[in-house]
């Protein structure tokens, strides 16, 4: 199958910085590449659609100028969290689907962001 | 937007049973349902979907049924194994949706040998 690739798989961070996780797709074109989050025992809940070329699309209740998106190019998707504070600390994982329609969705093996 | 149950929450099986898990959505444009495969630290995987047009899809030992009228989905996992624990999420999709998937909350399989 298809391979997303996301970085760092675990990070780090100070409270009030910043973070950002890249999730890549590695043999396929991606237009649209979506962002979860996963708390821990719990499902994937769904923060945005990541567009190439134009804005992401926000989950409501998601702080879009908290969790900062670019998708510049069809095999990148970048998440920034802004001025992190320990409730930010999760998984969050990243997955695309190649071609358009519903079908597999590939996930990135997911970034542990820890915030002290 | 879409409302996806998923019951039970966990499920324990011995080994060589059957495990069977429900899901039930509100939406009734949704026409995919995938079900994916979590290992402890590891990403979501595929491991069976299914369309609207079809009632049910059969893959070795995991099997999906589909009742749009009702609507609800089950994934059925037959003649369990150790290596199938693991926590199991159902999903929607709807092309009116963007295509986004929308899941269930998860049910953790324990396959006691």
């Known amino acids: 199958g298809a391979v997303v690739s996301q970085h760092p798989s675990r990070v780090i961070c100070k409270s009030g910085t910043s973070v950002k996780i890249e999730c890549r797709s590695l043999?396929?074109?991606?237009?649209?590449m979506f962002w979860y989050r996963q708390f821990p025992k719990q499902s994937l809940m769904l923060m945005a659609t990541?567009?190439?070329?134009?804005?992401?699309?926000?989950e409501q209740g998601v702080e879009k100028d908290k969790f900062l998106i670019n998708h510049a190019s069809l095999t990148l998707s970048t998440l920034t969290v802004t001025s992190a504070h320990p409730e930010d600390s999760s998984f969050y994982i990243c997955?695309?689907?190649?071609?358009?329609?519903?079908?597999?969705?590939?996930f990135g093996q997911g970034t542990r962001l820890t915030v002290v | 937007g879409e409302n996806v149950e998923q019951h039970p929450s966990t499920l324990s099986v011995q080994e060589g049973d059957s495990a069977v898990i429900k899901c039930t959505y509100s939406?009734?444009?949704?026409?995919?349902f995938p079900w994916y495969k979590q290992e402890l630290g590891k990403r979501p995987q595929l491991i069976i979907d299914i369309r609207s047009n079809v009632g049910e899809k059969k893959d070795q030992r995991i099997a999906v049924t589909l009742n749009k009228t009702a609507k609800h989905f089950s994934l059925h996992i037959t003649e369990t194994q150790p290596e199938d624990s693991a926590v199991y999420f159902c999903a929607t999709g709807a092309k009116a949706a963007g295509n986004k998937l929308t899941f269930g909350g998860g049910t953790r399989v324990l396959v006691k040998p």
């Open positions: 997955s695309a689907r190649q071609g358009g329609g519903n079908t597999e969705a590939f």
């Open positions: 043999d396929f074109q991606a237009t649209t």
């Open positions: 939406d009734s444009a949704s026409n995919y």
């Open positions: 990541s567009n190439e070329g134009s804005k992401a699309t926000y």
